[in-house]
């Protein structure tokens, strides 16, 4: 989701988890903090060794989602603590954004899980079909499955979920079903029907999503919405041991657990006693803590440390589907209200040198504002309809009557100067790396005449909806996670007094597209969903209501002492329930829970 959807979540601090680890473990052990830092910051720049050399072609397999390796065929050794640093901090274990998604998979479970080709696979439903005029979906659960609360997650629980997930538990889960969704009906103890009042193409590639993560009705019944919040009653392989906010989240095996999805790595508890989730913003601290042994993975690897991180880890990155990092314009009040200003903005820089220059290659530029290059039905020849190209700015905008330079340069029309503000969530939207793609684009435009005034914006003021409305910004910086093309719906449908879509950050409002959109989700084949999305995207690119940046991606750095650990292909989050230390000396170093014995820990 492009900005957290909870204005009540609590704004955490920026505080890092320092807490050392009690083996030595690569060859930064024993390195000060400072020491530890310079050799992240300058690790890229070394000529690698014969034989492990960084090849950025290796990932192009986990470029598309694909896991990490899942180790050896000896039997994974059980228990001890996983270390692992994490860049934000979620508002609630469970939730709309996406850092909840990540949270939420590793307690909640899943009616189907997401395969890396894009299909889905049995999880709690081990089998579906559809009525002939595409309207009902009838499930077939798992009979042996329990809530941590002694809850059965059965046919009546799913339809409890699917109520609450319409009803306000879940914004983004809305979002993807609203307008589609009709009831659920209860057929029997382990048969439950999901009635949409018109087709709805993606939905099981919408379910595998963690938004859609099952909780007991029990808990969400009887309990305070805060303790929802923060310790969410699943049926998943862990459970929320503790949560100190702005240090860690702590994750408890569930030894009851024997349901894993058909593409887990096996199927059983869990084999590590749990997970210490350590939340540490700044990214120099958190390499660094892998560098130093500290961690036993990490996430979101620093772009300045990924040439390192592909030589001396398991490294996987991940291109997440959905609408990638995007400038949305304004249609509705402002400069971006005339398409041929839009256009010519969309001609203005030159976006994929400055991606390549920013992120030092690692990251792909993307040309489309609408589809991510992995989402299903992305059209690159749609998406490319925008090449860097001053001379055709210039003209849009002459064309248009903006003719008049001030002194600066900036142009401008009737006394009016060609100037917009552009919002963007620093550090919980948009990384460091991404804040310089946004300021190189700042000055690029300027040779065109444009005056971009860039105005960051902190979490508090996107969670308390401060950029909401048309006359809060010129343009708004954001991405959109989704496994299938139907985001175009989320980001596009027109918002109305009983509808309203606070998701369409552009203010677009335009019958035709959203006609091709409908018409794209309801396609009764896969190739008129393809056709018809295909479409969208030029009709999107006409109307130029936002431009394309780079794709959103997600990284995993592992260290030698775990493996298991893989990126789940719906929205690229970790998973741990087949995370293994490699050595007993790795499982028995680990710090464990403070509560629990080293026998318990261990086992």
């Known amino acids: 989701m492009s900005t957290p959807p909870s204005p009540s979540a609590p704004e955490s601090g ?36 014969a034989g492990n050399a960084a090849d950025p072609a290796a990932d192009t397999a986990a470029l598309t989602g694909a896991s990490a390796a899942a180790g050896s065929s000896a039997s994974p050794l059980r228990g001890g603590v996983i270390e692992y640093g994490h860049l934000q901090e979620p508002n609630c274990i469970y939730g709309g ?72 538990g879940n914004g983004t889960a809305a979002a993807h079903l609203g ?51 923060t310790e969410p009653i699943g049926s998943g392989p862990f459970t929320v041991r503790d949560w100190r906010r702005g240090e860690y989240i702590e994750f408890e095996r569930n030894e009851e657990y024997d349901w894993a999805p058909e593409n887990a790595r096996h199927q059983g508890p869990a084999h590590v006693a749990g997970i210490r989730w350590n939340i540490v913003p700044d990214n120099t601290s958190r390499y660094g803590s892998l560098l130093a042994g500290e961690m036993d993975a990490i996430g979101e690897v620093p772009a300045v440390n990924i040439a390192q991180a592909r030589q001396e880890f398991e490294f996987t990155q991940y291109i997440t589907p959905g609408r990638p990092v995007v400038m949305n314009l304004n249609t509705q009040q402002g400069i971006f209200t005339e398409q041929p200003v839009r256009q010519a903005l969309s001609f203005a820089t030159d976006r994929e040198a400055n991606v390549e220059s920013a992120f030092l290659g690692t990251v792909p530029f993307e040309p489309s504002g609408y589809l991510s290059q992995t989402t299903p039905g992305y059209d690159e020849n749609a998406a490319t309809e925008y090449p860097f190209d001053l001379d055709r700015a210039d003209a849009l905008l002459d064309e248009a009557g903006w003719t008049g330079r001030d002194a ?34 700042q000055e690029q435009a ?111 750095a592992v260290s030698g002492e775990a493996t298991g650990i893989w990126l789940e292909p719906a929205q690229g989050g970790p998973v741990f329930h087949d995370a293994a230390f490699t050595s007993e000396a790795a499982r028995d170093a680990s710090e464990g829970f403070a509560s629990r014995t080293p026998a318990e820990n261990e086992d």
Request: glycine share 6%.
């Open 446 to 556: 300027r040779a065109a005449g444009f005056d971009l005034v860039l105005r960051p914006g902190t979490p508090s003021e996107f969670f308390g909806g401060a950029f909401s409305t048309p006359d809060s910004y010129d343009a708004q910086v954001g991405y959109w996670t989704s496994p299938h093309a139907g985001i175009l719906n989320i980001n596009y449908r027109p918002s109305t007094e009983d509808a309203p879509n606070g998701a369409n950050t552009t203010f677009l409002d335009n019958a035709e597209v959203f006609e091709t959109i409908q018409s794209a989700l309801q396609a009764p084949t896969p190739q008129l969903v393809t056709e018809r999305f295909s479409a969208a995207q030029y009709q999107l690119s006409e109307l130029a209501p936002a431009i394309g940046l780079y794709a959103q991606t997600n990284t995993l």
């Open 408 to 441: 600066d340069g900036t142009r401008t029309k009737d006394g009016q100067r060609l100037t917009a503000k552009v919002v963007y969530g620093l550090n919980s939207i948009i990384t460091p790396d991404g804040n310089t793609v946004i300021q190189n684009f």
């Open 179 to 229: 307008g589609f969704y009709d009831h659920s009906e209860v057929v029997d103890e382990h048969t439950v029907q999901i009635h949409l009042s018109a087709p709805f193409a993606p939905f099981l590639s919408t379910i595998s999503q963690s938004y859609f993560g099952l909780q007991s009705p029990t808990a969400l019944q009887t309990r305070t919405d805060e303790e929802n919040c």
């Open 14 to 49: 920026p505080a890092v988890n320092t807490r050392a680890r009690r083996r030595p473990v690569g060859p930064a052990f024993g390195l000060t903090l400072a020491a530890v830092s310079a050799l992240a910051l300058t690790a890229c720049t070394g000529t690698p060794t």
């Open 97 to 168: 954004w996406i850092q909840e998604n990540f949270t939420a998979r590793q307690v909640l479970d899943n009616l189907v899980s997401a395969t890396e080709d894009g299909s889905v696979v049995p999880w709690i439903a081990t089998s579906w079909e559809i009525s002939e005029d595409q309207k009902i979906w009838t499930l077939q659960l798992r009979e042996d499955v329990t809530f941590t609360d002694g809850t059965v997650l059965d046919a009546a629980a799913v339809a409890y979920n699917f109520d609450y997930w319409l009803d306000g």
